[in-house]
């Protein structure tokens, strides 16, 4: 295979794939996001060619993978989390395809269930929650909130960290309760990891600081972290982190 799209996982450099990370420390090309850790760049070799995906258009990114992989190079497209989760791997595999460049994918562990998991919260839970929305929030004003005000089970809100406090407002407007149990989670799973429980109308003021990338959770299932005790295993794991 000439371009492995590869998930890189949420930010915890543990969290790639042991085929992502064989995929990795044979390339010849890296082309990565912003999202990645540092510590999965140094698995290429010292010697491949490292592109920062972020000095490019889309376009131009799709453009590179065709030009590199039509030389035979090998190359690794890592992004983070999974790649067609909101990571437009899709439009990447689009243009190797239609350039028949031949390309491999390798899935991600994404944000949307591991970023909660790591601070307690399931996305589903046995009599609490049977269904997931996940959604992009980044355009706040653009967002079906009557829908998802009305939508059974845990809302998911990706690119959301700046927008909490409008999110829960237009949620509550349409009928979601005030009530509600939610949760902020920044830099999930890496050592930058913070998390802010609030009730849905108080969880923009109380999440306001709280540096990107950040996933919001709305849902009865924030409130199961308590019951499992996370609370206290995570003030524990400050103390290990801090101890480190
Ligand atoms: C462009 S999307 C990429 C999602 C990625 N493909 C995935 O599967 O997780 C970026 C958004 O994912 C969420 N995200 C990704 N990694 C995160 C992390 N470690 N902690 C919190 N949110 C994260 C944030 O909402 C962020 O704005």
Same mark, same amino acid.
């Given at each position: 295979m000439s371009v492995a799209i590869v998930g890189a996982g949420p930010g915890d450099p543990e969290l790639i794939t042991v085929r992502g990370l064989a995929r990795l420390r044979e390339c010849e090309v890296l082309v990565y996001d912003r999202l990645v850790a540092e510590e999965l760049l140094d698995e290429a070799p010292s010697d491949a060619l490292r592109i920062a995906r972020d000095d490019f258009k889309q376009e131009d990114v799709n453009k590179l993978l065709v030009m590199h992989g039509r030389n035979g190079r090998r190359v690794v497209r890592l992004k983070g989390g999974d790649p067609f989760v909101f990571g437009r791997g899709g439009e990447e595999v689009l243009a190797l395809a239609d350039a028949g460049v031949p390309f491999e994918l390798v899935p991600g562990v994404s944000s949307i269930a591991a970023v909660p998991e790591s601070v307690g919260i399931p996305v589903t839970h046995r009599g609490v929650s049977s269904s997931v929305t996940a959604f992009a929030a980044n355009d706040v004003e653009g967002l079906d909130a009557a829908a998802l005000a009305r939508v059974p089970g845990t809302l998911v809100a990706f690119m959301g960290g700046a927008v909490v406090d409008r999110l829960a407002e237009r949620l509550i407007e349409h009928g979601r309760p005030a009530g509600t149990p939610a949760a902020v989670i920044s830099c999930? *799973? *890496?050592?930058?990891e913070q998390v802010v429980t609030a009730p849905l109308g108080a969880i923009g003021a109380a999440a306001r600081d709280l540096p990107t990338p950040a996933l919001v959770v709305i849902g009865d299932v924030v409130a199961v972290r308590e019951a499992l005790g996370f609370a206290d295993f995570e003030a524990l794991r400050t103390v290990r982190r801090s101890a480190a």
């Amino acid at each position: 295979m000439s371009v492995a799209i590869v998930g890189a996982g949420p930010g915890d450099p543990e969290l790639i794939t042991v085929r992502g990370l064989a995929r990795l420390r044979e390339c010849e090309v890296l082309v990565y996001d912003r999202l990645v850790a540092e510590e999965l760049l140094d698995e290429a070799p010292s010697d491949a060619l490292r592109i920062a995906r972020d000095d490019f258009k889309q376009e131009d990114v799709n453009k590179l993978l065709v030009m590199h992989g039509r030389n035979g190079r090998r190359v690794v497209r890592l992004k983070g989390g999974d790649p067609f989760v909101f990571g437009r791997g899709g439009e990447e595999v689009l243009a190797l395809a239609d350039a028949g460049v031949p390309f491999e994918l390798v899935p991600g562990v994404s944000s949307i269930a591991a970023v909660p998991e790591s601070v307690g919260i399931p996305v589903t839970h046995r009599g609490v929650s049977s269904s997931v929305t996940a959604f992009a929030a980044n355009d706040v004003e653009g967002l079906d909130a009557a829908a998802l005000a009305r939508v059974p089970g845990t809302l998911v809100a990706f690119m959301g960290g700046a927008v909490v406090d409008r999110l829960a407002e237009r949620l509550i407007e349409h009928g979601r309760p005030a009530g509600t149990p939610a949760a902020v989670i920044s830099c999930g *799973t *890496t050592d930058r990891e913070q998390v802010v429980t609030a009730p849905l109308g108080a969880i923009g003021a109380a999440a306001r600081d709280l540096p990107t990338p950040a996933l919001v959770v709305i849902g009865d299932v924030v409130a199961v972290r308590e019951a499992l005790g996370f609370a206290d295993f995570e003030a524990l794991r400050t103390v290990r982190r801090s101890a480190a």
